[in-house]
Every structure is written in C-alpha cells, then in structure tokens.
C-alpha cells in the first residue's frame, strides 16, 4: 500500500476508518525524517504490513495531528487500532520501526 499524505483536515478521519494505522510525523528541515522516508515507502509496501494503512504527516504544518499523538521529537511514529493511539516512538532506525510495527499484528 502506498504511503498516504495526511492533514489536520482529514488525519481524524483517516485513523478511524482504518482498523491499523501508523503516522510518520516529519519535519521538512528534519534530515533524519527525510533519510527515512525511503525506508518507510519500501515498508508500506512490505506484504508483512499488508494490512496496515501508512500515513505522512508534516508535524509543523499539522498542530492537531501532532497533538493526537504528543509528538515530541523528529521522526516520530504513532500506531493507531481501531482510532485509538497504542504506541509511539522517536527513531530513525529501521529496526525500531518494525518492532512498533510488530504491534499491531
């Protein structure tokens, strides 16, 4: 599945009518978020995350989005089931993303 753009506009909207979600929260000036991005991609398209709906959402522009989840540092992961938030995690490791992934299966 490809990785959807989301905004204040429609992020309430988007984690509650998909069962499993997960929220990249990047910076445009974060060289991290920016680094990570291709791995992200590749995961969503990863048939082990088959079911799980992969969400951008630009931090600075989007201060609900980013409250939902009490976004603190860049990158930023949240995983959401059934609308509500689960997890989260500040990392720009591959290996740390699957393990928060891992929680939603």
């Not at 989301?6 to 974060?30: G, I």
């Not at 920016?34 to 048939?47: A, G, I, T």
């Not at 500040?90 to 740390?96: F, I, L, R, V």
Request: hydrophobic letters at 40%; a negative charge; aromatic letters at 12%.
């Amino acid at each position: 599945m490809a990785v959807i753009v989301s905004s204040d506009v429609d992020f309430k909207q988007k984690v509650q009518e998909s069962e499993k979600v997960v929220v990249k929260y990047f910076a445009d000036w974060c060289g991290s978020c920016k680094l990570f991005s291709p791995k992200y991609r590749r995961l969503s398209e990863d048939e082990r995350f088959a079911g799980i709906t992969f969400l951008d959402v630009n931090a600075e522009e989007n201060p609900e989005a980013r409250k939902m989840a009490n976004v603190s540092n860049l990158p930023f992961f949240a995983v959401f089931k059934n609308g509500e938030l689960l997890e989260t995690v500040t990392t720009s490791k591959e290996e740390a993303f699957v393990e928060l992934l891992s929680h939603l299966n």
